[in-house]
């Protein structure tokens, strides 16, 4: 696949754009899944794999094939999911939706269990995982899911973080500590 | 015995803890037990399911970037006789660039003798020292500012976080170089900087509280300290050097 990339990308950059669709393609759904995950959005989410590619369109020329096409598009996706929750306004504009559109927060998957207490209690454990994430700093949040979430090393963090290895392993303690701390009195409940 | 921090908890749980953490916690009762418990809070943090995307996904995110695009227009043969005409032109412009230095030398070097900028590695030496100090000067005002900050004076805060992002930037460069040339104790100090001002450039609504919180969270105080050291030992280096 990595092979092939290149070659699409050789062919992108001696004028054949359509070729660029393969690329579009075969990397979109992950760079949603990453940008989801960062924003907690779904259109912000699109919308940042719109941007993630435009700009990876833009800049192709400053891609090297040392690295695969998917980790390159990737980095950029994080770059633009960490602006857009850097931006003023976004983070309280969140919770706003939270507050006034409840049914946004049950995107969690329920507890297979279809007892409604247990439903319940799943949905308001998973409301307040989201809340507290919310609180997180942009570069914690972004530190603590690309780890968590995404399984990513912490040299690969700071890399697509563009900070220190030390910065992104101090980010992802913070991250953790602070989760811990918020969500310790449901601890008990669960 | 010292007990496991939740630090390097947090290594072991994420598969990147040192071998003698590893062993303390087989070891340990104590520490297993809270190695235990805190490994389970982890795993209650369960990410929200991904809203699903149907195959076609790629499909309508192409077609909607698609007008957006302008097509490379570089053709290979077009390409590889530009890249060869850029090449030649760089040759050229160097051996010209070449010539002239070194006849301007031959020339100055007749009509009189000159002290020789190689010989004197120290002045190359004290325009990176100046450099240096330069940053670290910013980056202790930055931090001064930064202890002092009570107000909930927003402007002020983007001052400083405009100040941050400036300084991220050059702050990478030097730790980089610093850790290069086996410089730990500025690479150390630099590192732990980085992480300060990544945080209030990042940060999208800072706040006294949000200052506060770095304060307290990154020991500013400790960094603020350690770079007022460096500080006054690149500014030594740089009276030395001018002395020579």
Partial sequence: MQGNDHSVVRAVLVGDKEAYGALVRAHSAAVFRVAFRITGNEADAEEIVQEAFLRGYQRLESYERRSAFGTWIYRIAVNCALNRVSRPGIEAEYRHGEETDPEEKTVQVASRDADPERVLLSQEINAAQQTAMQRLTPTEKCAFVLRHLEDRSMSEIAEVLEIAPNAAKQAVFRAVQKLRRELAPLRGTA | ?244
């Fill in chain 2, 1 to 244: 015995m010292r007990h496991l921090s939740e630090d390097e908890m947090v290594e072991l749980y994420y598969g990147e803890g040192a071998r003698e953490a590893d062993a303390h916690l087989k070891a340990c009762r104590e520490c297993s037990r809270k190695y235990t418990d805190f490994s389970r809070s982890l795993e209650e943090i369960r990410p929200a399911a991904v809203p699903h995307r149907s195959a076609d996904y790629g499909d309508r995110v192409w077609e909607t970037l698609r007008p957006r695009l302008i097509p490379y227009e570089k053709t290979a043969s077009s390409r590889g006789w530009m890249q060869w005409r850029v090449a030649a032109m760089s040759v050229g412009c160097a051996l010209l660039l070449a010539a002239v230095f070194f006849g301007g030398r031959y020339w100055e070097r007749n009509k009189t003798k000159t002290a020789d900028f190689k010989d004197h590695p120290q002045a190359t030496q004290r325009v990176v020292v100046v450099v240096l100090s330069d940053h670290l000067d910013r980056t202790e005002r930055l931090l001064v500012q930064l202890e002092h900050s009570e107000s909930p004076d927003t402007a002020g805060n983007a001052q400083l976080q405009s100040e941050a992002r400036e300084l991220l930037a050059s702050n990478r460069l030097y730790r980089v170089t610093a850790s290069n040339t086996g410089d730990a104790a500025l690479a150390g100090a630099l590192d732990r900087l980085e992480g300060v001002l990544a945080e209030i450039a990042n940060d999208p609504n800072l706040t006294a509280a949000d200052l506060k919180r770095v304060r307290m969270d990154m020991n500013t105080k400790g960094i603020l300290f350690e770079i007022r050291v460096l500080h006054a030992r690149s500014q030594e280096q740089g009276t030395k050097g001018a002395s020579i």
